[in-house]
């Protein structure tokens, strides 16, 4: 069992940033594979942001690539996402999501079976 809570999540104006975090506990040895996912009013569920920490490759949605870091600290077994540069569109209800199997580690929601709550980001301009 894996328990995944996201935190970082709020309010900010156009052009400011945001760091989430995802703290993993339970039985997550293995979880080698972890993500960010959002979805918004009105649009499907997307990958933002997946690490394979199995070698470290990582996924950026093309939406994002620049302006978004995931990155993850295995000491204190969290997940992280630092958003620059946040645009309107940016707004959404961000998901972290992991992943016992480094195979199959795509920005795909059917790959992943842990999923936290959510936390909302909100840009206004």
């Known amino acids: 069992q894996v328990q995944l809570v996201e935190s970082g999540g709020g309010s900010v104006q156009a052009g400011g940033s945001l760091r989430l975090s995802c703290a993993a506990s339970?039985?997550?040895?293995?979880?080698?594979?972890m993500g960010w996912f959002r979805q918004d009013t009105g649009k499907e569920r997307e990958g933002v942001a997946v690490?394979?920490?199995?070698?470290?490759?990582?996924y950026y949605a093309d939406s994002v690539k620049g302006r978004f870091t995931i990155s993850h600290d295995s000491a204190k077994n969290t997940l992280y996402l630092q958003m620059n540069s946040l645009k309107l569109e940016d707004t959404a209800m961000y998901y972290c999501?992991?992943?016992?199997?480094?195979?199959?580690?795509?920005?795909?929601?059917?790959?992943?079976?842990?999923w936290g709550q959510g936390t909302q980001v909100t840009v206004s301009s």
């Open positions: 999501a992991a992943r016992r199997s480094p195979y199959g580690c795509s920005p795909a929601p059917l790959n992943f079976p842990y």
């Open positions: 339970g039985y997550t040895y293995g979880t080698v594979c």
């Open positions: 690490l394979n920490r199995d070698g470290g490759i990582t």
